[in-house]
Each structure stands twice: as C-alpha cells, then as structure tokens.
C-alpha cells in the first residue's frame, strides 16, 4: 500500500507559478491523487482563504500524514493547535467512557471498514454478514438494541486511524469492530487497546496482532497469516511436489503468508526454487511469469488478493504456465471475490483457507442460504467474518446482560465464546484471542457449471503460535 | 532463436505490449494538454468508464468490438457536452482552476462507478478471435494474441496520428493551436470549437485505452487514478502537449517497467521514478517537450 510519504510538493504561491512550476506542480498533484490523500492536494493548489474551508479530515490527516513537510507558514500554526489538544482529549475522555454505566439503552457498536476505493467489496461483504445475524437474532445483543456507528476505512493508515479515533471520543462507542487492513489494525491498535475499547477485528490478518503487539481488549475472528498458510506447506510437500517458487504481493501479509507457507515446506522436505515479491498492487504479471518458468518448479504458492489476484490467475493462464506448474496458493487468491472475475482461468487452483462456500455443514448450508435470500449474491469468507463477529458481540453480551462498563467481566465473557460457526467449530484461543480455526484444502471446479472451491480435505484445527 | 534468448524476446513483447497500452492510455491527455493548456486529472476517470461502459456493452451486445467502437464515442460526446457546460466558463480563469475542476470530475466519475458497478472486482474477455496464444514460430513458444492485439492497435493509432498530424489540414491547425492560439483565432479559425473538438476526442481516447485495457488488466476502484498517474509520468518523461512524447514516452516507461519488474519486482516502482528523475533533471522539459517558459 502506497503510504502518504509526503512528495514534498513546492509551496510556491499560484501567481508566480511558472510555466515549468506548474507542470511540476501537478505531476505532483497526480501522484498525491493516486497516494490517497486527496483533499490534503488540493494545499499547494489552494490559496489561502481556502485553507479554513477545508473540511475536517484533510486538517486532521495533514499532522500524521506529512510531519516532514517543508510547511509553510499557514500550515506551521495551524498544525501544532490539534496536536495538543487531541493529546490530552485521550487521556480525558477515558475515564468518564468507562465510568459512564453504559448498560441500558442502544448499545453504540463502532464500524470501521472500507467502504470505498480497492477494499470496497470486502468492507460491504463484512458488514452486510454483520447485519444478516444481527437481524436474525432481533437485533439486540444482551437485551439492547444494537446501534451500528459506521465509518469509512479507505485505504490509508493516517485517515483510517483519525476516524477510529473519533468513534471512540467523539462517538463514545461501547464496542468495536472491523479493519481489513493490517496496517490500519497496527496503527489503530493502541488507540483502541489505552481507551480500553473491546474490539472484534473481522479481517486485517498481520500475525503480530495477536503475537507482539497482542491486547487483553483485541480478539480477532478472521484468521492470522500464519494460520491460513502453514498447512498448506506441509501438505504440499508431502502430497504434491518438493519443488516450488513462491510469490507474493510486497507487503506485510504477503510476506507473512510465503514465510509461514515457507517454513512448513521445508520442515516437510521441501524446496522453494525462488521467491518473487511484486510491488503491490500490480496489474501486470507477465515481466514476472518467465522467471518462474525458468526456475522450473512442478508447483508455485501464490498469496495476492483482490484485483491483484484476478490479474495473477489469469495471465499464469494466458502464458500457459498452469499447464504444466501446478496453480496453489492461499485461499485469497482464488476466494469468492474474485473467482468470478477469474473465471475458467483459476480451474485447478488449490489453496487453502478457513472457510469455503461449499462447505458441508447445518451451520453454513442455512448462511449461504439467507445470505443469497436477502442480498441475491454470493457470499465470501469476508461476509462468513461479518456474520461470526456479529455473533461473538452477541453471545457476549448475552453472557454479561449487556453491560459493556465491567471490562474484565466482558473480556472474560468473549474469551469464553464458544458455537458451530459455517466455518466448523468457533473458539478463541484465550491467550492471544485470535480465532483457532478450522483450515480447510480447496480445489477451484466447476460446481454447477461455475468454477468454485470444493473442499477435499481438513488441514487440521489450527492455534496460532502467538509468538 | 537459441533458446536462451527466448525469456529475452518474452521480455521484448511484454515491454511492447505494456508500451503501446500506456500510448493509448497517454495520448488523450498529451493532446488536451498540448492545445487547451491545462492537465486533465479527469482522465484517469475516463479511462475507468470506459473500461467499466466496455464491460456493460459487450455483456449486453455480445461483441467486444461493437464496445470498443461504440464507447469512445458515447464517452467522447459526454466530453463535448462536459467542455461546453462545465469548462468553457472557466477558460479566462487561472488554468489551476480548470484543473480543479478536473480533479472534482475525477472523483464525481469515480463514485458513479461505485454507484452503478459495485465495489466488485470485474474483468472483460477478449473477443473470442483474440482468446488464447498465437504460436509464434520464430520463438517456438506461445504469446496470448490479446496482448498482440494490444500492440497492433498502439502501433496503428500512432500511425494514423502522425498522419493525421503531418498531412491533414486539421492536423495543421491542431499544431498551430498548440503552438499560438491567439495568432490561430486570428487567422479566422474558432478555436473555441477547436478546443471543444479536441477535448472531446481527447477524452474519447481515454474511453478506448480503457476499453483496450479490461481484457488486458481487470477493472476494479481505484484504476482511475493509478492510470493517471502512469499516464502523468509518461507525458512528463515524453514532453507535455507532443503525441511523439507520449509515444517514446510510453515505450521508455514501458520498457523500463518490464524489465525492472523481472529484474528487482519489490523495487519496480523506483525504476520508473529514476527514470523520470533522470530525464527531468537532463532534459526538464522532457524528451520531446519544448521549453514553453
């Protein structure tokens, strides 16, 4: 992910702009577009009375996102003013958020997910799963209402964070949920662990969530990295081939997922002929496919996910190499969310993952069955995420009747969440609070005339190390 | 060929492939910028459009081709009608506030693909001619028409551009534009229409390279502006405002993109910025551009 470093656009003033300036100027304004913080472009272009009209999150986004900026001078006395005063308000609202006895009423549950840009469809998977059992249940969760305060995650740490922020000051929110991106779950997760927040994270999958940078108020029911690729190592080695390439989109989880991919294969006897990280994201695969031909392996481990995959799988096809390279990955690269895009080209592909919509099991046949009712689409392990963490607040505050005030007493409470998910059996593990999950072998064929993931074994009922 | 230096002719047909897809996709925003003078930060939004109006014409017609003839010119009509109403007006102001107005269209386009298409991740199949590989004898070894196609079409349009450029009358007052508008209006030709024409084609240029795109890449948000900015960096390394810039400026840009990926994939976006700080540091104007001081 492209984080904002700040591309240290001139501060000259529109009227002397020169012809060159100005070309330069906007060449810059483009790549600030394609970075994210668009409202933040619009600073060198805007002249100064435009500046207090500027709308609240490019001033709150401005300070974290560019503390190196060659500020002029507008800028230097704005920005130290939030800083300041945002600092203490921590500290502040704190205590009365916690004393506040906040166990009748709507219960406030804080929503953090994407809802535009490249994430879009994972964020509106999660929290239409959320809703399909929170109105299954009657919306109400230990005798309240539950009230859902949402906010929009992006793409971008700064932002994705100032809004996490704002849902525990200024929304006062009981509960939290959400973040499908690890790097945001990282930049949010001391906010949320000093305000003493009880939050379910529903995606961003960063092992050291759960591993170093673990907290008694964070649980986690996706999955960690580690987690979803290790079985497949193991079994690959043992079952498909002892020579692999790996590779993987250049980020955190990609790297995660190859390393722990990685680790087991050659703990099982296996050799990986080559790794290739492409930068992320990337549309264009084939400066990449020659090389992994020419290492020559009988199998390649894939991690990518959204367009990325759908790119990946379907130029490995055009260039023919799943004719003779066995296509297997982790399970996000062959998901729901982008098989259809993928079409005949993912055929073959092997992966695996926590869920499967062909999964056999009461608990999974009735969720696919209302999913496809309510929303006339189908579900994807983002929406089973959805679905199990709107279950996990539930049971919960059932557990507590709904008081969210006793911290420990509700901590306690989610640590001891048990039922049969559409994913198998659902439990935490009570150290690290990530999900112990089920991890299944897909195998994409034609189901029903559509290519779709076939569960054909059980990798095994998987803890995460925690450390 | 020796076999060892097939990787290397993959390679070579990549770098061609991705060129003439960035040509097609930069071409639109080097001709507006070169007559009307300012940077259209829409186009990027264009580009998306047409991928996504491709998609939805060739579903409902059957035909890829029928999409790829007919959304440029749907796309490019909705430019004309966009220049008229919502630019023309701004054409005494500052050229920063074209922009803007621009970059505020960019974002508008965007949320009305969210609005019809979802946030779902689509792609287009090539035209059933197209499916596949084309054995190619020299090599021995396959190459997905598709992306053959891709080149054709780069390599035609360029074609027909200089033609159009070089031995046209049009061509001849779309060049004096670039060079003095005030002096062209006063020779008698409306440069307000010329402005309107150019824009418009302009943008249905964008709509094509997106449609030309669908079946190459996959369409998804937030294309729009990684397009933009790959689109940016073509025109700046080329020379803003010259389509011979676009054209060497793709296929520096293309090249280099290949051939980092295969050589350093973790670091391939920096072969691209080296380059373009190379060339502007050499030549600011880049490499075909004028000093328009």
């Known amino acids: 992910m492209p984080v904002n470093v700040d591309p240290a656009l001139p501060s000259r003033s529109v009227a002397s702009l020169s012809r060159r300036g100005f070309l330069r100027a906007l060449a810059a304004t483009g790549a600030w577009a394609v970075g994210g913080s668009l409202l933040a472009a619009c600073q060198p272009a805007a002249p100064p009375p435009a500046a207090p009209a500027a709308p609240t999150t490019a001033a709150a986004a401005q300070p974290t996102s560019a503390p190196a900026t060659s500020a002029p001078a507008a800028q230097a006395t704005a920005a130290p003013a939030p800083q300041p005063t945002r600092a203490p308000t921590t500290v502040a609202t704190v205590a009365p958020a916690a004393a506040k006895p906040a166990s009748t009423g709507p219960l406030k549950l804080g929503v953090l997910l994407p809802f535009s840009q490249v994430y879009a469809q994972l964020g509106a998977d999660i929290l239409d ?22 906010e929009d995650e992006g793409v971008d740490p700064a932002p ?31 906010l949320l662990h000093n305000a003493k927040v009880i939050s379910v994270i529903s995606n961003a999958g960063g092992n050291d969530l759960t591993r170093g940078r673990k907290s008694p108020y964070i649980f986690r029911v996706s999955f960690s990295a580690w987690q979803v690729a290790y079985p497949l190592g193991e079994w690959e080695a043992k079952n498909l081939t002892k020579k ?31 790794e290739i990280y492409p930068k992320f994201p990337n549309n264009d695969y084939a400066p990449n496919l020659p090389e992994i031909q020419a290492a020559n392996p009988e199998a390649t481990y894939n991690f990518y996910s959204g367009s990325d995959a759908v790119n990946f799988v379907k130029q490995y096809n055009d ?25 005949e080209a993912a055929l073959g592909g092997i992966s695996s993952l926590h869920w499967a919509k062909t999964l056999d099991n009461p608990e999974n046949t009735q969720f696919v069955a209302s999913w496809r009712a309510k929303y006339k689409r189908e579900p994807s392990v983002f929406a089973m995420q959805g679905f199990d963490a709107a279950r996990v607040i539930v049971e919960a505050l059932n557990k507590v009747s709904g008081n969210t005030a006793d911290k420990d007493a509700l901590v306690k409470a989610m640590e001891g969440v048990k039922f049969s998910s559409p994913r198998g059996a659902f439990e935490f593990d009570p150290a690290t609070h990530n999900v112990i999950n089920p991890i299944y072998l897909r195998e994409v064929r034609l189901v029903d005339g559509k290519p779709g993931n076939v569960v054909t074994a059980t990798l095994g009922t998987i803890k995460d190390p925690g450390a | 060929m020796p076999p060892e230096l097939v990787p290397l002719a993959l390679q070579l047909l990549n770098a061609l492939a991705f060129s003439m897809l960035l040509f097609q996709l930069a071409a639109g925003l080097s001709l507006i910028f070169g007559l009307l003078r300012f940077v259209n930060l829409a186009h990027g939004a264009f580009y998306m459009l047409g991928g996504y109006l491709g998609l939805a014409l060739a579903q409902a017609s059957g035909s890829f081709w029928l999409a790829l003839a007919g959304v440029p010119v749907g796309v490019g009509l909705a430019g004309l009608g966009l220049e008229v109403v919502l630019l023309r007006p701004l054409y005494r102001r500052p050229h920063l506030e074209q922009v ?33 590989a084309a054995f190619l004898p020299g090599l021995g070894v396959g190459y997905p028409r598709y992306r053959l196609f891709v080149i054709a079409s780069g390599l035609v349009l360029a074609g027909l551009f200089w033609l159009l450029q070089a031995r046209t009358r049009l061509g001849a007052i779309v060049r004096a534009g670039v060079q003095d508008p005030e002096m062209v209006a006063a020779l008698g030709i409306d440069v307000g ?11 249905g240029l964008a709509a094509y390279s997106g449609v030309i795109a669908a079946p190459y890449q ?7 502006f990684e397009a933009l900015l790959l689109a940016l960096i073509v025109v ?6 010259t389509l011979r810039g676009a054209f060497f400026g793709a296929l520096l840009v293309g090249t280099a993109d290949t051939f980092g990926k295969a050589a350093f994939p973790d670091y391939s976006l920096l072969v691209i910025s080296a380059l373009m700080a190379a060339v502007l540091i050499s030549r600011p104007a880049g490499l075909f551009g004028r000093s328009l001081g």
């Not at chain 1, 390439?245 to 087991?264: C, H, L, N």
């Not at chain 2, 996959?218 to 294309?223: I, R, T, V």
Request: net charge neutral; hydrophobic share 45%; no cysteine.
């Open chain 2, 218 to 224: 996959s369409l998804q948000l937030g294309m729009d």
């Open chain 1, 129 to 150: 799963g959320m809703n399909l059992y929170f109105e299954g249940i009657g919306n109400k969760a230990g005798g309240r209402d539950v009230q859902i305060v949402k």
């Open chain 2, 193 to 203: 229409r010329l402005f309107t024409a150019v824009f418009a084609f302009g943008v």
């Open chain 2, 236 to 241: 700046v390394i080329g020379g803003l405002g």
């Open chain 2, 100 to 132: 803007l107005l621009t970059f505020g269209l960019a974002f508008v386009l965007g949320d009305v693909v969210r609005l019809l298409w979802g946030g779902e991740v689509r792609s287009v199949a090539p035209p059933p001619e197209l499916a596949g």
């Open chain 1, 244 to 274: 692999v390439v790996i590779t993987a989109a250049d980020y955190g989880f990609g790297r995660e997922s190859a390393a722990a991919f990685k680790q087991s294969y050659e703990q099982n006897g296996g050799t990986v002929l080559k």
């Open chain 1, 319 to 343: 260039f023919g190499l799943k004719k003779t390279i066995k296509l297997t990955g982790s399970g996000f690269l062959l998901e729901e969310d982008v098989l259809p895009a993928q079409g």
């Open chain 1, 160 to 190: 994705a964070v100032q809004k996490v922020r704002k849902l525990i000051e200024q929304d006062q929110v009981e509960l939290f949920t959400g973040i499908v991106s690890t790097p945001i779950a990282y930049g949010a997760r001391d």
